[in-house]
């Protein structure tokens, strides 16, 4: 150990927990280092934080969408058990409106043309 002076000898615990490590040239040129892996931690926090609150968003959108779809699925059944002939009739009926149900199937009109007609003629 004769070659080596003062300076170059390794910190220790001591200059650790009393702070004087931080005046050592080799750990002050780690700084700039430091700093962006300070900042890429945060970055990485951050990113975290903000997938999990979009998971959780898209849970409750997803759980809102499903019970929206059970709500279409249900009113959509009694739109079709509503708009059946028979039921229509009852509800006619229900409501005394002078109309009754053809007992006779619909006809197709048809209508001959001789010749065109015009205005003025």
Known sequence: MAGRSKNSKKP????FIGGTILTDE?????????IFLAFMAILLITNR???E???RKIEVIQGTL????????TLSAKLMNSSR???????VENA??????PTRPPQKLVVKK???WRFGE
């Open 114 to 116: 001789n010749k065109l």
């Open 85 to 91: 002939p028979s039921e229509i009739a009852k509800k």
């Open 26 to 34: 080799r750990v002050t040129k780690q700084i700039p280092f430091l």
């Open 12 to 15: 220790g615990v001591k200059s």
């Open 53 to 55: 609150r979009t998971i």
């Open 66 to 73: 499903d019970e929206l779809r059970s709500e279409s699925i």
């Open 96 to 101: 005394n409106i002078d109309l009754v149900e």
């Open 49 to 51: 934080n903000w997938s």
